[in-house]
C-alpha cells in the first residue's frame, strides 16, 4: 500500500493564481482532512470528508474548496492564492470510530 | 470549544537523556487523546494513543497516561536516541472523531 499520497511536493505560486493540491489514499478510508501547518500554530483543520460526495468545513475553510467525487481522492483547490497561505498542507485519512490518521508528506506552498 | 496547550520548544537533549514533553487540554466530553511525531522532511505519524481516563499508551519506548484529573496526556521517554529528534504534536477528538484539534508542536533535538 502507498498509503496517502500527495502531489505536488513542492509549489510556487503568484498572487491571484489558482492551483489544485492533489490528495489520494489506497486504503479504502472513509474519512478524509485537509490541514494546513504554520509555525507555532500546529495543524489546522481546512475541510473535511466523511465519504464520497460529502464535504464540510474545518477551522480555516476560506479561500479553499474540496469535492470528493471517489472514496479515493480528496483534492483541494486555492481559488486566488493569497500570500497568507503560504504553509504546509497536509492531507489524512481514517477510519471512522479509530481517531487514528494517516498522514500525507505534505505540499510546501509559497505564494508570491 | 476544545484545546490543547503543549510545553513550549525547542528542547535539546544529550542522548540517554529523560524526555518529557507536558500536554494539557480542554474538552466539553471525554476525548481521545494522542501524540503524533513529525520527523524532518515527513508528514506525521501516530505515536501512541489513549481513549479513555487512566489509559496508558505506550510505543518505541515513549509512554503517555491519560490523566481526567489533571486533564493531562504528557509524553515521556526514559533514554532518548538521536533518531528521537522530530516534532512532537499532541492532540485531541471527540468520540473518535475525525476531527484532531493539535498543539502547537514541541521540537527535540537529541545530541550525541
Known amino acids: 500500500n502507498a498509503g496517502v499520497t500527495q502531489t505536488p511536493k513542492f509549489q510556487v505560486l503568484k498572487t491571484g493564481q489558482s492551483m489544485t493540491l492533489q490528495c489520494a489514499q489506497d486504503m479504502n478510508h472513509e474519512y478524509m482532512s485537509w490541514y494546513r501547518q504554520d509555525p507555532g500554530m500546529g495543524l489546522r483543520l481546512i475541510h473535511y470528508s466523511v465519504g464520497a460526495g460529502i464535504t464540510d468545513q474545518g477551522e480555516v475553510p476560506n479561500g479553499y474548496n474540496v469535492s470528493r467525487s471517489t472514496t479515493e481522492d480528496f483534492p483541494l483547490r486555492l481559488l486566488s492564492a493569497a500570500p497568507s497561505q503560504t504553509s504546509v498542507y497536509f492531507c489524512?485519512?481514517?477510519?471512522?470510530?479509530?481517531?487514528?490518521?494517516?498522514f500525507g508528506p505534505g505540499t510546501r506552498l509559497l505564494v508570491l | 470549544g476544545n484545546s490543547v496547550t503543549q510545553m513550549e520548544g525547542p528542547v535539546t537533549l544529550s542522548e540517554e537523556a529523560f524526555l518529557t514533553i507536558n500536554c494539557t487540554y480542554t474538552a466539553t466530553g471525554y476525548p481521545s487523546l494522542f501524540w503524533y511525531v513529525q520527523y524532518p522532511g515527513e508528514g506525521l505519524q501516530l505515536l501512541l494513543k489513549?481513549?479513555?481516563?487512566?489509559d496508558k499508551g505506550s510505543n518505541k519506548g515513549f509512554e503517555a497516561t491519560y490523566r481526567k484529573e489533571t486533564t493531562s496526556f504528557h509524553l515521556e521517554k526514559g533514554s532518548v536516541q538521536v533518531s528521537d529528534s522530530a516534532v512532537y504534536f499532541c492532540?485531541?477528538?471527540?468520540?473518535?472523531?475525525?476531527?484532531?484539534?493539535f498543539g502547537a508542536g514541541t521540537t527535540v533535538t537529541v545530541r550525541a
Open positions: 492532540a485531541l477528538s471527540e468520540n473518535n472523531d475525525y476531527k484532531l484539534s
Open positions: 489513549a481513549t479513555k481516563a487512566d
Open positions: 489524512a485519512s481514517s477510519r471512522p470510530g479509530t481517531g487514528d490518521q494517516y
